[in-house]
């Protein structure tokens, strides 16, 4: 702990002039720190843009007990040191929108205007005559979203809905490698591709997006606020609970909506890569009177496919991993050389060969023998199918997005994308189906192409806990999970905590002079690192 000499019976003591106009000033004077402005200035002095998206984020009962915001461009880094990729800004919101449909929707659109993630469902539900106009609503469903009616024609609904995540795959990344995605590229140009189409909230992370993707409302109404959450008794669990419960989903999602409306016909599938895709499903048998959907994803231990059967169903497709070892033998020797690695991944570790275009190659051809041995896109009751693609995530996490890693696994996802679309061609037919094609994020920069401050969280979590004791959980790049129980122990308040953080600076977060750690003169040890450090219910009680 830096602030030597400073205690937190100062703290106590000033406690009194907090609650007061200016309190927070003095308090900061005491331990000799830059004055942090008020909760209320921090948070109404956000763009307002920003500020809306962080609130579509928060749900009271899920979320951290206290709300982060970086003072941008710096961010946070993961615990061992990688990329982070959550926040309100630009280059991590601005995703890629594309309705593809040959024979149904319209060719070369670009609409202006901005569009969310929770405009997807909405939309999809119009495409299968739920919901028609803008304007028009299934009774009983929750919705933030709204049709895009550029897509929806006047036709029978389709056989078959494919919609298509990149991990990782924002306009940032695109921009980054625009010679990687030439199949994307002629979606676009063939379907309607919304430009300006972002995420809609932050944290922008797996579950939450994609749990909006499938649902039509942001995390504040469906739940699913992060990677992990906090439960009905407060205590921090996973989102998903390891894949064995969806029961946070707080909406019905889509394909729930119409496999109900349908009596349980319509196939329903999920083919990603950790639990926090489900939420583009939904529960499925953990619903009473639901049917089991096609589920899988891969279990991390073994590196093979994987369903929680008493919800999900495995499709005989997954049931093997047939072809991918011959797939990562011919991968070996891509790079120059036979020696049981690709670029910077192991071949040899069973737990890391999911991140390469060998396993991509694998995911796509499952995928497609999936929709041929399973009847998908067979009759008249439209089916739907939800796949992520993690690799440009998952290497962008460990190299950044910078990286030949990320350049080879954007073209294999866009090369999957086309044999995909190929397929759908011959077992489906042109004007009976649609692909859709989103990201759930973008990417974050290094540090070193921003003249910036990577923020090390397990510095954070270090100083907070000699400041106040063992009363932090977890620190994310937007929120901080605390321990309720050693909170009141320690007679500590989540108030103290934020101004504590609101107050934090450069200097106490690395012992490294600021010159040498950000290519800089423009930043100093003084500097604060956070914009928002407040106690996170100040996001639904303030009005600015």
Avoid at 245 to 258: D, G, K, P
Avoid at 259 to 278: I, K
Avoid at 337 to 364: C, K, M, N, Q
Avoid at 417 to 440: E, K
Wanted: proline residues 7%.
């Amino acid at each position: 702990m830096r602030h030597k000499g400073i205690t937190r019976i100062a703290i106590v003591a000033t406690a009194a002039l907090v609650a007061v106009a200016g309190g927070q000033i003095v308090l900061d004077r005491i331990l000799g720190r830059p004055a942090a402005p008020s909760f209320r200035d921090q948070i109404c002095g956000l763009p307002p843009a920003w500020l809306e998206l962080i609130r579509r984020g928060y749900h009271p009962d899920r979320a951290g007990q206290i709300s982060l915001l970086p003072h941008h461009p710096m961010y946070m880094t993961t615990g061992s040191g990688g990329w982070t990729h959550s926040g309100p800004w630009d280059h991590l919101q601005q995703i890629p929108l594309v309705f593809y449909a040959p024979g149904r929707v319209p060719a070369g659109v670009e609409p202006t205007g901005e569009v969310t993630v929770a405009d997807v469902a909405p939309t999809l539900a119009a495409m299968l005559g739920v919901e028609r106009h803008a304007g028009d609503r299934d009774p009983g469903a929750a919705r933030d979203g709204r049709v895009l009616t550029e897509v929806v024609a006047d036709a029978p609904p389709p056989k078959l809905v494919v919609v298509v995540v990149w991990d990782g795959g924002g306009w940032n990344g695109l921009e980054q490698w625009p010679d990687a995605w030439p199949v994307l590229a002629r979606l676009m140009s063939d379907g309607v591709s919304y430009r300006s189409a972002i995420v809609g909230s932050s944290p922008s992370v797996t579950p939450a997006v994609h749990t909006t993707l499938g649902t039509g409302v942001f995390p504040a109404t469906h739940g699913i606020t992060g990677v992990p959450i906090r439960d009905e008794h407060g205590v921090v669990t996973d989102a998903f609970v390891d894949g064995k419960s969806s029961r946070f989903v707080e909406v019905e999602t889509l394909a729930e909506r119409w496999d109900r409306r349908n009596g349980g016909r319509p196939e329903v599938a999920m083919v990603g890569y950790e639990p926090w895709h489900l939420g583009m499903i939904g529960k499925g048998a953990e619903t009473p009177g639901a049917d089991r959907d096609d589920a899988v994803w891969i279990n991390r231990r073994t590196n093979r496919w994987n369903t929680f059967g008493a919800h999900y169903a495995m499709p005989r497709a997954f049931r093997n991993q047939q072809g991918l070892d011959a797939l990562l033998e011919e991968l070996d020797g891509t790079d120059g050389a036979v020696d049981g690695s690709w670029l910077r991944v192991p071949l040899d570790v069973r737990s890391r060969v999911e991140e390469t275009p060998a396993f991509i190659e694998h995911h796509g051809a499952k995928l497609t023998e999936m929709i041929r041995r399973e009847g998908y896109g067979r009759d008249r009751v439209t089916d739907l199918i939800f796949t992520n693609f993690k690799q440009i995530d998952r290497v962008a996490h460990y190299y950044n997005m910078a990286a030949p890693e990320v350049e080879q696994v954007m073209r294999a996802s866009d090369t999957a994308l086309g044999r995909l679309v190929d397929d759908l061609d011959r077992t489906v037919g042109q004007g009976d189906y649609v692909v859709v094609v989103t990201a759930d994020h973008g990417m974050q920069p290094d540090v070193s192409e921003l003249d910036s401050y990577e923020i090390d969280p397990n510095e954070l979590e270090r100083d907070l806990s000699a400041e106040f004791g063992p009363v932090v959980r977890a620190v994310w790049p937007t929120e901080v999970f605390l321990l309720d129980d050693e909170l009141a122990a320690r007679d500590v308040t989540v108030e103290e905590i934020a101004r504590f953080i609101g107050s934090y600076t450069l200097g106490d977060n690395s012992d490294v002079e600021p010159a040498k750690v950000v290519g800089s003169g423009d930043f100093s040890a003084a500097d604060r690192l956070f914009d928002l450090a407040v106690p996170a219910r100040l996001l639904d009680e303030v009005s600015c």
